[in-house]
Each structure stands twice: as C-alpha cells, then as structure tokens.
C-alpha cells in the first residue's frame, strides 16, 4: 500500500463529555427480571444444491432429534426423504427473546447452525421449527416460537451458518416481570459494581424531591440496589419505574479511559475519553504528527495539511477557529481517512503506550 501524506495532523476539541454529561441512574444499572431468553429447537433445511448433510454420517443423536421431527409432524423432517439426496440438513435454531420480552405476533431473528456434515447452508429454506426454552413454557406447554424461511449466510468463511431476518414468529405473550413483593431490583452492570457507586445510585433516587419523605431505595450489594414502591404509585408502576431510572447522579468518579486491543483479530475498542500527549510516532511509512493544544489566540507560524476527522470539526476550521484535540479516537479516524490497517494502528497504539503517551489504560485480549 502507497502512503504518500507525510503528515497527520489531529485537530479537534479538547473537551469532557463524561464532566459535561448529565449521569442518570439508568446508565448504570439494569432491572432485575429483565433479562434477555434464549428459545431453541431443531429443523430442516431443504433447497440446498448438494451441499446438505449425508445421512449416513448422522450420530445416534442427530438420528433421534430427526426422528422426534418426524414424529411431532414437522414438515420435511423424513429421514428416508433426505437420505443420500444431500439436498438437506438438520440444523438447530436459536432466537433470543430481549429483555423488554415480546408479544404473541412479534417476529424476531433467527439464528441457524447445521448440526450435521452439510457443507454449506446457502440457498437454503427452513422448514417450519419449534422453539421452546427450558426455562419457561406457557400453561399448555407449546412452543414459544415457531421459525422458517430462507436462511442468509452472513460470513462467507462459516456457510454453515446463517441469520434468518424476523424468521420467526412469537406464539405467547413473554412478559418479565420487574416487581417482587412490592420491590424493584436494580442490578448494577459489570463495569461499575462498586460499592461508592451502589451508594451513590440509592442516594440518587433517595434525593429526587417527591421520593426524599418515602426514601424507598436502599443498597444492599455493590451489584445490588433494591426500591419498594411507595403506595401512591402501585397503580402506575411503569410511571414509579420512570422516574427512579432518570433520577440524576452527582459526584460520580470519572471512570479509567480503556483502549481494547484484539491483535489477532485485528479489532480495536477505544473510549472516547482516552487522549494522546503531544509527540510523533513514525511506522511503515505513516508519520503521526500529534500537535499539542495552542494557547487561545495564538495560531500556527506553518499551518500543516490535517485529515478532516468530523463535520463539526471541519465547520469550525472553515470559520476560523482554531481547534485541538489529544484524542486517540481522533487519530484512529485520520488514520482510517488513509486506508491504514488496523495492524498499523495497534503498532502505532504500541509505540504510544511504551512512550507513556496514553492517558489510559491499554488492555489486549484474545
């Protein structure tokens, strides 16, 4: 690749959102009964030009899932029908049902994976599917979901498997319910299960006005915070629910900047808080000029050749203004304007973090 720009130069403002934003309580926690279900069960997948499984190659429990399809009367699900022809797969179908639940005639997507030795799933059409979750059934015990339709391979180098979009179709009302004996229970996420953070949620509904006489929230776990409903509000409790999720935060912690770093997949994850001290980082060909933030009034003696990193920015450039910025976001966007790899990008991320030039922490995974 031709990098021929000599220079990067990274202008933007220098600002806080995190100072500046207004921190509510549902930033930091979800409720608990909320959470999202997984409904699953088994199917057959026709249509395929030769690429579906061999039968023979089936194990006694493919052969059992494709007996117990035939037997409850799925359509296609023959074994005989498929045998040798390799026109057809057994696959196992997955939807995941959000946390806000779902009602009867919503459609949701559809996640399916060959269970057996087909090659590939393209052009393929599943068969009417039955999912079900051993978690919850309705009081008759029937499927929760009913799946089918032709299936879109979504990675070429993983043909056996596919996404069907809204492939299927919700049977029951899945309703989860978010009041136990007259509690809420917040569930504080991952990321900020601390016990100051716990304190300073309850406090934050606690201190909204017309719950200070009541005080109906109360920390019990860093990762836990329950609120008993105040009896003016058990006839509308999705009003109650409201309000202690937009109940402001104050004095909270500004949280350590992360870049995430997956070299081997070549994936990068940088908040938007992380910044970059004033330096030059040089690597296969690509100069990374990062200039420090000019004094107010002061302008450049030998303005240089920068890449537009956003349409606010540019606005203000176009007026006259003189804008900086230490972002390393800002410098992953000039870098991409030059079709750099995201090889480049970590190297240049390590030549960073080894000088001490960013403020934050630098995290790799696999």
Not at 16 to 35: D, N, T
Not at 98 to 122: E, F, K
């Amino acid at each position: 690749m031709n990098k021929t720009i000599p220079f990067i130069l990274v202008i933007l403002l220098h600002a806080s959102p995190w100072a500046a934003a207004q921190l509510r309580v549902e930033h930091f926690v979800r409720i608990k009964g909320q959470e999202a279900t997984t409904i699953t069960g088994y199917g057959l997948v026709g249509g395929l030009n030769g690429t579906g499984d061999d039968p023979r190659a089936y194990s006694p429990a493919a052969l059992a899932i494709l007996r117990d399809l035939n037997g409850s009367g799925q359509f296609g699900a023959d074994e005989q029908g498929i045998r040798g022809a390799r026109n057809s797969a057994l696959v196992r179908v997955t939807v995941t049902i959000p946390g806000t639940g779902a009602r009867s005639g919503d459609t949701l997507d559809c996640t399916v994976v060959s269970m057996g030795s087909a090659s590939s799933l393209a052009g393929g059409i599943l068969s009417p599917s039955m999912l079900s979750t051993i978690l919850r059934q309705n009081e008759n015990s029937l499927p929760l979901g009913v799946a089918q339709g032709r299936i879109t391979i979504e990675q070429a180098e993983n043909p056996n498997s596919g996404r069907i979009v809204n492939g299927c179709r919700i049977l029951a009302d899945f309703a989860h319910p978010f009041i136990q004996n007259g509690l809420i229970t917040l569930i504080v996420r991952r990321e900020h299960a601390r016990p100051h953070i716990a304190n300073l949620i309850a406090e934050g509904i606690n201190n909204e006005p017309e719950f200070r006489a009541f005080k109906p929230a109360n920390a019990i776990h860093q990762n836990e915070i329950t609120v008993r409903i105040p009896p003016n509000y058990f006839n509308d409790p999705m009003y109650f629910l409201a309000r202690i999720l937009d109940a402001e935060m104050l004095d909270v912690p500004r949280p350590v900047p992360r870049v995430t770093i997956n070299e081997r997949a070549g994936v990068i994850a940088i908040d938007e808080l992380v910044e970059v001290r004033p330096g030059l980082v040089t690597f296969n060909g690509i100069i990374a000029d990062i200039a420090p933030e000019l004094e107010a009034g002061e302008m450049e003696e030998f303005p240089r050749q920068f890449i537009e990193i956003d349409t606010d920015t540019r606005f203000r450039q176009m007026n006259g203004e003189v804008v900086a910025n230490m972002r390393l976001r800002a410098l992953q966007a000039s870098l991409n304007a030059l079709r750099a790899t995201p090889q480049d990008m970590i190297e240049i991320i390590k030549i960073l973090h080894a000088q001490g030039a960013i403020v934050g922490d630098v995290v790799f995974i696999d």
